[in-house]
């Protein structure tokens, strides 16, 4: 197994410009989150899935983000426009319910930088 | 506010000794605890977890005590390695096996040789 794959692994953008971080789970996991690490706040929780349903979405900064998840194996996180208090490592992670807790993988990260 | 707090941010031993990681939180909801552990460039990986009907859990070198009357947990590394040497991130959940993970804002534990 591959684990959570994340692409990019590094972004830099422009202020104002539309930015998309993607996510692949691991194949079986029915649920995936979006977490942001920042030195300020550490990780914190933007939104999670279950079954490609958005769950809670109480952790997104704001309407300049959305997430999607059109499919089991398939998740974006989207920013527009970006600003540079977004720059952070977005971590995407998933798991399999019936594990809780223990079953969380997360995946390597995207390093966003926005200038 | 911050339900889960590691106050500090970097912790330094030597190889050999005791690493003690210190994690406070302030929601009586949560009843499950974990540490991950994170080395640059990747993500967090599992370590270690603990009920709430629980004080204590070892596992290896590894062992995590909780003290529910002072909303506080630590993580003590036996002895300390090098290869030790990451963030340790503290997380909480309110209702076991919830999948919603609240983290601290981690302590860097750099073990030298």
């Known amino acids: 197994d591959a684990g959570v794959i994340q692409s990019p692994r590094h972004e830099v953008t422009e202020m104002g410009q539309e930015v998309t971080l993607r996510c692949k789970p691991i194949s079986g996991h029915n649920s995936l989150f979006w977490y942001r690490q920042t030195m300020m706040r550490g990780l914190e929780l933007l939104i999670y899935f279950n079954n490609n349903v958005p769950i809670d979405d109480s952790g997104m900064p704001e309407d300049r983000f959305s997430a999607k998840m059109p499919n089991a194996s398939f998740s974006t996180l989207k920013i527009q426009p970006s600003e540079p208090r977004d720059s952070a490592v977005y971590f995407c992670a998933s798991s399999f319910r019936g594990q809780g807790i223990y079953g969380y993988t997360f995946g390597s990260g995207t390093r966003l930088t926005v200038v | 506010d911050q339900q889960v707090k590691q106050n500090s941010p970097s912790l330094s031993v030597q190889e050999g000794r005791i690493s003690i990681l210190n994690c406070d939180y302030t929601?009586?909801?949560?009843?499950?605890f974990l540490w991950y552990k994170k080395y640059p460039a990747e993500g967090p990986t599992f370590l270690i977890s603990i009920s709430s009907i629980k004080d204590k859990n070892e596992d290896g070198r590894f062992t995590v005590f909780l003290n529910k009357s002072a909303k506080h947990l630590s993580l003590h590394i036996v002895p300390s390695q090098p290869g030790d040497s990451a963030v340790y991130f503290c997380a909480a959940s309110a209702l076991r096996g919830s999948e919603k993970l609240v983290f601290g804002k981690g302590t860097k534990l750099t073990v030298n040789p």
């Open positions: 929601n009586s909801m949560f009843d499950y």
